[in-house]
């Protein structure tokens, strides 16, 4: 099984090339001799990964997916796929997703927020796209921004400390859940970087990164 899974670092984190010929269970156990080989040079660590060499189901690549993370410390954020056509099944997949989501749990707005902007929800709202510094979201529900976000959101403005907010990229002016809120000060990545849930409990602002649990809720294939 030499050569078997051949890892590549990338500006955004790694590629796995998979042998194409290999049965698949040989092939997922080669994966975890690989990363448990590897783990101390990754360490704990959150990536995106792109996988090449073969044609992989949903399923499969999950079953990588679990394999990487089973045999290091590495946090897989997301699957990142070239294939154009393949990123548009995805991107059509994924707002018919929201679509539904929308219909029973809230709202979804696509587009980019800019300097003055302010978008307002009496539920939860979905933003497929970037809140740019000086822009402002609220909502009664949960804040969920498939972009960047690096203006000011409110969460649970009715007083809901169960509320969040998820962002792609976490950089925010000031974000505030319920009546609990967290403002920037200075320069750098307070809650990391990579896609995060930022949430309250016990009076502050905490986050966590978004585990593959949250990206598997959308069927992409």
């Not at 698949?24 to 448990?36: G, I």
């Not at 169960?162 to 403002?183: C, N, R, T």
């Amino acid at each position: 099984m030499k050569n078997a899974v051949v890892i590549k670092a990338n500006k955004a984190g790694m590629t796995v090339r998979l042998d194409p010929e290999l049965p698949f269970p040989e092939l997922l156990e080669a994966v975890r001799t690989k990363f448990r080989e590897t783990a101390r040079f990754w360490g704990a660590a959150q990536m995106t990964l792109e996988l090449s060499g073969r044609e992989l189901t949903g399923a499969e690549e999950m079953a990588v997916v679990d394999a990487i993370t089973e045999s290091s410390g590495l946090e897989i954020l997301c699957l990142v796929d070239s294939d154009a056509n393949r990123i548009e099944r995805c991107e059509k997949a994924l707002n018919e997703k929201l679509m539904e989501l929308s219909s029973h749990t809230g709202q979804f707005y696509k587009g980019i927020l800019r300097d003055g902007d302010v978008l307002e929800s009496e539920a939860s709202i979905v933003v497929i796209g970037d809140v740019e510094k000086g822009a402002r979201v609220t909502a009664k529900g949960n804040v969920i921004i498939l972009g960047s976000l690096k203006g000011t959101v409110w969460a649970g403005l009715n007083g809901n400390p169960d509320s969040v907010v998820v962002a792609f990229e976490m950089a925010p002016m000031q974000v505030k859940i319920g009546g609990i809120s967290y403002e920037k000060s200075g320069r750098g990545h307070p809650f990391g970087r990579g896609p995060v849930t930022v949430f309250a409990r016990d009076g502050r602002i905490f986050c966590e990164p978004i585990k593959k649990s949250f990206l598997s809720a959308f069927n992409f294939i």
